[in-house]
């Protein structure tokens, strides 16, 4: 069965580092999408991606964020200068059509700011 | 107030229990998903409907667009069921994205 697979699984990074964190979709996905999770609280959305541009994104989602797909497959996250509050699980999603298909996630990237 | 609620927060069943897990919503949808998040975090699509009723093995997934109420049951509960389940909304007015309920965590005991 196709899954999404991400890469890493966990991350421990220094305050003000950057982070990437990869993903490689279901490979006739069209959208994509980031969301994070706080520990403990409910799963918020980051940005959504389609076409090769951001078609979505959150409050959260400020300047310090961008999302890629560099080579067709991959689909990344960055983090520019990492905040203790970034601290979160990290799930990369995508679907094949925007509405009414399921949504695939991966297993998650915990990162860890300290 | 959250558009999605679910209830309720925390269940604790015995092995062999039938389960319900509510989800309520104040938005127009165009799908609503439940989904099951394991222990170790990774989240697993379990339905996805926009009207009437799916049924998977021991699981069952309803819902009434006119109350915006979906229902989600699992017969026959077993340990392994315990996990987190979370409802989560396609709205029609925000593009694709998902918007998640805050979860009901479910423990089967033996």
């Known amino acids: 069965e196709p899954e999404v697979t991400q890469t890493p699984s966990h991350q421990v990074t220094q305050m003000g580092q950057e982070v990437i964190l990869r993903c490689v979709p279901i490979s006739n996905h069209l959208y994509f999408y980031w969301y994070r999770q706080i520990l403990g609280q409910k799963v918020e959305f980051l940005v959504s991606?389609?076409?090769?541009?951001?078609?979505?994104k959150s409050e959260i989602f400020d300047d310090q964020f961008s999302v890629e797909r560099p080579d067709g497959s991959n689909f990344t996250l960055k983090i520019r200068s990492t905040k203790l509050e970034d601290s979160a699980m990290y799930f990369c999603a995508s679907r094949r059509q925007a509405s009414a298909t399921e949504a695939f996630f991966g297993q998650g990237t915990r990162l860890t700011v300290v | 107030k959250n558009e999605v609620e679910q209830s309720p927060q925390n269940l604790t069943a015995q092995e062999g229990e039938f389960i319900t897990i509510n989800c309520s919503y104040s938005v127009g949808i165009s799908a609503l998903h439940w989904l099951q998040q394991h222990p170790g975090g990774g989240i697993v699509s379990l339905f996805m409907l926009s009207s009437g009723k799916k049924k998977h093995g021991r699981l069952i997934a309803t819902i009434n667009i006119q109350e915006k109420h979906s229902s989600l049951h699992i017969t026959a509960s077993h340990p392994r069921d315990s996990a987190v389940y979370i409802c989560?909304?396609?709205?029609?007015?925000?593009?694709?994205?998902?918007?998640f309920g805050e979860g009901t965590q479910l423990t089967v005991n033996p």
């Open positions: 991606f389609y076409n090769n541009e951001i078609s979505e």
């Open positions: 989560a909304v396609g709205r029609e007015t925000s593009g694709s994205r998902l918007t």
